[in-house]
């Protein structure tokens, strides 16, 4: 199995920093994309930001220049670095990793870490 397992998040003033981490534990040969989803309440899962296993990076739109996703791979660890947060941050955030087992990579889930941005 492979478990994903989030830290990091709290309670922040606007303005404020936070860095969530992600680390991928279990049986698996290789860890391709690794990303960082969120879901505030009565919204839908969106992506957020996420990196290939060669450094290759995508963000959604408004996290654009405050929120850097970074990775080690010899830990399997995917980082979240947020910064400037504002209260439309606020959401559950989910790791998320397209792990090579013993077959076709599949995706995992972890099971979330809350940051709340108070005004």
């Known amino acids: 199995q492979v478990q994903l397992v989030e830290s990091g998040g709290g309670l922040v003033q606007a303005g404020g920093s936070l860095r969530l981490s992600c680390e991928a534990s279990g049986n698996f040969v290789r860890i391709n994309v690794m990303g960082w989803y969120r879901q505030a309440p009565g919204n839908q899962r969106d992506l957020v930001a996420d990196?290939?296993?060669?450094?290759?990076?995508t963000y959604e739109d408004s996290v654009k220049g405050r929120f850097t996703i970074s990775r080690d791979t010899a830990k399997n660890t995917v980082y979240l670095q947020m910064n400037s947060l504002t209260p439309e941050d606020t959401a559950v955030y989910y790791c998320k990793a397209f792990v090579v087992r013993n077959g076709p990579e599949r995706d995992y889930w972890g099971k979330g870490t809350l940051v709340t941005v108070s005004s």
């Open positions: 990196i290939s296993r060669h450094g290759s990076t």
